[in-house]
């Protein structure tokens, strides 16, 4: 499984970007999906998740509200909009492929990371 992300960038607090992540090499529709991010300095941590068919999502409460994870399995693609952005959501933002053997979401497969920064 290949993921790339991109639409990372440099934004100021209270703006937007939408992140991608282009799958290939696999059956895209099979794979749960989700965002990951790392602060600097900090642990990785889930953002949100996607099931396969799209049709439930899960988000950390942090960014309940503003941040939208979908998925469009004819594009083998898979999004993140991000709103009211604050500077804490400052982080290398990863795309994952999760396991498709467990009932919790669990991380598989991972994209390079994209960088989002959040200017005050």
């Known amino acids: 499984v290949q993921l790339v992300e991109s639409g990372g960038g440099l934004v100021q607090a209270g703006g937007s970007l939408r992140l991608s992540c282009a799958a290939s090499?696999?059956?895209?529709?099979?794979?749960?999906m989700g965002w990951y991010r790392q602060p600097p300095g900090k642990q990785r941590e889930l953002v949100a998740d996607?099931?396969?068919?799209?049709?439930?999502?899960n988000y950390a409460a942090s960014v309940t509200g503003r941040f939208t994870i979908s998925r469009d399995n004819a594009k083998n693609t898979l999004y993140l909009q991000m709103n009211s952005l604050k500077p804490d959501d400052t982080a290398v933002y990863y795309c994952?492929?999760?396991?498709?053997?467990?009932?919790?979401?669990?991380?598989?497969?991972w994209g390079q990371g994209t960088q989002v920064t959040v200017s005050s």
């Open positions: 090499g696999t059956t895209f529709s099979i794979y749960p």
């Open positions: 994952n492929a999760g396991r498709t053997d467990t009932y919790y979401y669990t991380p598989g497969y």
């Open positions: 996607i099931s396969s068919g799209g049709g439930t999502t």
